[in-house]
């Protein structure tokens, strides 16, 4: 098992940035395919970036793509997620998540373990 606690959201304007961090602790963080979903109210959950075990290979929802990176330290057992060029439509609740499986799902049903979330609120 593994357990995901979420920090560095927060209330920020269009155009910042911030860097949103998971810290893991448990099983051995390299074992987990990682990913971040975010939920806004009323909508539901959804797949924000996701990163291979090798952290070789990252995956991007299309709306985040080029303004978000997704990156991991395994030394460090946390998973990060560089958000640039924030827009109001990025504000939700983000949430971490690992899987036990090789690939990077784009569903919430492909990932084991989540963190409680960290909101972030992006105004015009």
């Known amino acids: 098992q593994v357990q995901l606690v979420e920090s560095g959201g927060g209330l920020v304007q269009a155009g910042d940035s911030l860097r949103l961090s998971c810290a893991a602790s448990g099983r051995t963080f390299s074992d987990y395919t990682m990913a971040w979903f975010r939920q806004a109210p009323e909508k539901e959950r959804e797949f924000v970036a996701g990163?291979?075990?090798?952290?070789?290979?990252?995956y991007y929802a299309d709306s985040v793509k080029s303004r978000f990176t997704i990156s991991r330290d395994d030394v460090k057992n946390t998973l990060f997620l560089q958000m640039n060029s924030l827009k109001p439509d990025d504000t939700a609740l983000y949430y971490c998540?690992?899987?036990?499986?090789?690939?990077?799902?784009?569903?919430?049903?492909?990932?084991?373990?989540w963190g409680q979330g960290t909101q972030v609120t992006v105004s015009s």
């Open positions: 990163i291979s075990r090798s952290g070789n290979t990252p």
């Open positions: 998540a690992a899987s036990t499986k090789f690939t990077v799902w784009r569903t919430i049903s492909g990932y084991d373990y």
